[in-house]
């Protein structure tokens, strides 16, 4: 998102706040520091190790855990975005249909190979909600997609009686899941990894406006792209710039 506004309406004065101490901190190093260098290289403001403890009510500013109050008094943020994933998978409300440990300290369903929950034959876990320990896959896209893929299937094949897929063979034909993420920066900009191989440019925007945002067969390989550019979700940037040459965001990343 802030690379989106800094492309889309460069005047508009954008700060990325987050509590890590690399951007994309879940992909190869190298992805965050290209991101890193295209957002401060547009005049972006990226503040590292910036823990937040509170946003306010009408998204105006932000307070760090430091006591630091960023976007708030004259000239404050015109508006801030919350981009934290905050809480645990909403899944309680299952507890009590499950047995005990089906459920761990995180709140994420714990599951099996083929996705089922532990101790409950034919429920299903799959994305931010469930917790594979053999694979323990990032809590991204193309990896959720790929879950529900071998969930569908599973259920299929459970309806007709057949042997269910295990994951992740079931699902890309592979022991490993393929690492593939594709970052968009702006509309001619983007960085893409392959199993750790890692390129940027205008090169890596091919596959965004060439390829499938995503897609898997069972016992095929994935194709997985993570928020390609498109110009419909840009509403908020003629918001902000415009006739407002002085308008400021704020961004609020884990």
């Keep these: 998102l802030a690379a989106e506004i800094a492309s889309a309406a460069p005047s508009v004065r954008v700060t990325l706040l987050t509590s ?32 937040v403890a509170a946003v306010s009510e009408g998204l105006e500013s932000v307070t760090l855990e430091s006591g630091e109050v960023v976007g708030g008094g004259e000239g404050g ?19 009590p249909c ?22 409950a034959p034919r429920v299903f876990g799959m994305g931010d909600a469930a917790y594979h320990a053999p694979t323990d896959d990032s809590k991204l896209g193309h990896t959720a997609e790929l879950n529900a893929c071998l969930v569908a299937h599973n ?40 199993n750790g191989v890692v390129i940027h440019g205008a090169l890596a925007t091919l596959p965004l406006r060439w390829g499938p945002q995503s897609g898997a067969q069972p016992g095929g390989r994935p194709f997985a792209l ?14 902000l710039g415009g006739a407002n040459q002085q308008a400021q965001a704020v961004l609020v990343h884990e």
């Design 98 to 119: 499950l047995p005990a440990g089906a459920i761990d300290a995180k709140g994420r369903l714990v599951v099996g190979d083929t996705l089922e929950v532990a101790g």
């Design 20 to 51: 890590g101490g690399a951007l994309c901190p879940t992909l190869p190093v190298r992805v965050g520091e290209v991101a890193l260098s295209w957002l401060e290289a547009r005049g972006v403001v990226v503040r590292l190790g910036a823990r």
């Design 226 to 239: 993570a928020d390609p550019w498109r110009r419909q979700d840009l509403y908020i940037c003629s918001r």
């Design 77 to 95: 943020a015109s508006i801030v975005y919350d981009c934290r994933g905050n809480g645990k998978p909403a899944v309680e409300w299952l507890a």
């Design 155 to 194: 259920v299929a094949r459970a309806a007709r009686g057949e042997p269910l897929l295990c994951y992740p063979q079931g699902a890309c034909g592979a022991d490993a899941v393929p690492q593939i993420f594709a970052v968009s920066l702006g509309e001619g900009y983007a960085i893409l990894s392959f």
